[in-house]
């Protein structure tokens, strides 16, 4: 572990490369608070910025939003205690332009991203906005709890789509965010959830979640997809794999009038029918990351215990901080998993 003034920390030096190294434990100013990272997840936008392939992120940076850890230390007035369990909203947002004004910090004109454009939580410390910072229960269950900014963008997604009682949804993509998504779909109360997945380990866990998982390259997938809603499509199509393929069945299978959801961050540009969103007056909606309000939604429902059973299945495997390259390693293999954690304890 690192001295008072240096910690351990994983960093991206480049494109390509990181590297466990002692790095400078960040100061705080007021309005800040300094986390003591208990556990933090690997997401699929680390990977980005690890291969430079995220557009906005900066080198060298510590990689990491997906965290839960113990408040150090602050600077500011907050009911907050030091030595709370805590999770925090992993974003720097101004709180004075039009979209923060309209409670949509989320895409703030000057969004900071923690992990991609300041160090993020592959260290034994973060610094963050202290306003952002909520309190957990002293016995949660952390590692589910490291699961919380995930489970945030789901909430975002299936608030912002409008998805009501009674709904079909369809979920293109059965990753940890398109299960996270189904998972609050039902929750919210879609009563015909579906996923479309090509690897048979993930539609295996779909199914164990009590999902209907179909198989998009099956050669009766359009018969069987549109069986499943008696012929008129979904209320709402999540579009989550950032494919070509993707977003064209989100517009094929949304039902007259029925939402369409961009959730998956694509490469390149891709062509949609505009005629098919025309003729169906689709409603096509962009999402990014979360707001403020719907992170603590996801906090409600985890501290709530209803989604463990779940959120526990996407667990796949915890490693120590020591190990971060080879859990880095592993989460860019390509095998049959979900959610790969580090973990700062010894």
């Known amino acids: 572990m ?3 003034k240096t910690m351990q920390a994983a960093v991206i030096e480049g494109a390509q490369t990181i590297r466990l190294q ?17 556990y933090c997840g690997i997401c699929g936008s680390d990977i980005h910025v690890l291969h430079g392939k995220h ?7 510590v990689p990491g939003h997906e965290f839960v850890g113990e408040l150090l230390d602050f600077k500011g007035t907050s009911s907050l205690e030091r030595g709370n369990l805590v999770a925090a909203q992993p974003v720097f947002s101004c709180g004075n332009c039009e979209p923060c004004a309209k409670g949509q910090d989320n895409v703030c004109q000057s969004l900071k991203v923690l992990g991609c454009h300041t160090d993020g939580g592959f260290a034994e410390y973060v610094k963050v906005p202290l306003r952002k910072v909520y309190a957990l229960p002293d016995d949660i269950d952390l590692e589910l709890a490291a699961l919380i900014e995930p489970l945030a963008v789901a909430v975002h997604d299936v608030r912002r789509s409008g998805l009501k009682v009674g709904n079909s949804a369809l979920i293109i993509g059965g ?15 879609a ?5 479309s997945e090509i690897s048979p380990y993930r539609s295996q866990a779909a199914e164990e979640m009590g999902f209907a998982a179909i198989n998009p390259q099956a050669e009766n997938f359009n018969e069987e997809l549109m069986q499943k809603t008696e012929g008129k499509g979904f209320d709402v199509a999540f579009e989550v794999s950032g494919s070509k393929p993707g977003i064209t069945a989100a517009i094929d299978y949304a039902k007259i009038t029925g939402t369409v959801m ?19 007056e689709l409603t096509l909606q962009g ?3 979360h707001s403020q309000i719907n992170y603590i939604g996801a906090i409600d429902l985890l501290k709530s215990g209803v989604l463990d059973k779940q959120l526990r299945k996407l667990v796949s495997a915890v490693y120590p901080l020591k190990d971060v390259e080879k859990a880095f390693t592993f989460a860019q293999s390509g095998g049959d998993f979900f959610k790969i954690l580090v973990s700062m304890e010894d």
């Open 55 to 61: 557009p906005t992120a900066t080198f060298p940076v």
């Open 262 to 280: 961009v959730v998956g961050m694509t490469s390149e540009p891709y062509p949609v029918n505009l005629s098919k969103i025309f003729q169906k």
């Open 175 to 189: 990753g940890p965010i398109g299960l996270l998504i189904a998972i609050v779909a039902r929750h919210a109360g």
């Open 191 to 195: 009563d015909n959830v579906i996923i």
């Open 287 to 289: 999402v990014r990351v």
């Open 22 to 38: 002692e790095w400078k434990t960040p100061s705080i100013s007021e309005g800040e608070a300094l986390i003591r990272v208990k």
């Open 2 to 4: 690192g001295s008072a």
